[in-house]
């Protein structure tokens, strides 16, 4: 059975830290890994999507992705309260299946 | 603005009732899902469809059904059948060509069983 799996949490930091979100998954052909915040009583919100190994950076959060390893990190550089909620991590297939596979998600709370 | 609408955003439902949840979206995409949240917990597949007409059972369908018969809507009921209906409920929506295929999610429905 294809997995996501990811650390639940809380992970706790001050503010204007670096936090750190892993994720790894089981299936090697997927193709599309992706970050999604969500705040309490929300629905989930893109963060980054990634599908080529390295580094993505968009402002003060950069995607990273390790085909090899199976594992993609979210780095959240400065981090602030407002960045406080859980985050997801989300795998697509290979092949015509759009479904995503989701991770449960970690909780991160940014401390004044 | 394109993007995903659900309604009602709050629905409270008696044991033995069936109840429909409403998703529409006008981002032209084929494939929407439908997803059931409790609290703590990730997100869990409930159905999905990749055309009109056409729809396939997600890791949890027992006591739900969907219809497909409209690009733009993918109504999700609550059947009397499913035991433990509270939770949040969340339609989401992609294209099924290309990459990257995130999906989009609309707002939610909190749904109590009273």
């Known amino acids: 059975q294809k997995e996501v799996e990811q650390n639940s949490g809380p992970l706790s930091v001050p503010e204007g830290a670096i936090a750190s979100l892993n994720c790894t998954y089981s299936?090697?052909?997927?193709?599309?890994f992706f970050w999604y915040r969500q705040y309490s009583g929300k629905s989930p919100e893109l963060i980054m999507f990634i599908y080529s190994n390295g580094d993505k950076e968009d402002g003060r959060f950069t995607a990273q992705l390790n085909k090899a390893s199976q594992y993609v990190s979210l780095l959240i550089r400065d981090s602030q309260p407002s960045d406080s909620a859980t985050y997801l991590c989300?795998?697509?297939?290979?092949?015509?299946?759009?479904?995503?596979?989701w991770g449960l998600g970690t909780s991160l709370a940014v401390n004044p | 603005d394109g993007g995903i609408t659900q309604s009602p955003k709050y629905l409270f439902r008696k044991e033995g009732q069936n109840v429909t949840l409403s998703c529409e979206q006008n981002l032209n995409h084929d494939a929407m899902y439908w997803y059931r949240q409790d609290p703590g917990q990730g997100l869990r597949l409930i159905y999905y469809?990749?055309?009109?007409?056409?729809?396939q059972k997600g890791d949890i369908a027992e006591g739900y059904s969907v219809s497909r018969e409209k690009k733009e809507s993918f109504p999700l009921t609550v059947t009397s059948a499913q035991k433990n209906p509270t939770a949040f409920y969340l339609c989401?929506?992609?294209?099924?060509?290309?990459?990257?295929?995130?999906?989009?999610f609309g707002p939610g429905t909190r749904l109590t069983v009273l």
């Open positions: 989401a929506s992609n294209a099924i060509s290309g990459l990257p295929n995130e999906q989009f």
């Open positions: 989300a795998v697509s297939g290979a092949g015509n299946n759009r479904k995503l596979i």
């Open positions: 299936d090697r052909g997927s193709q599309s």
């Open positions: 469809s990749q055309i009109v007409n056409d729809f």
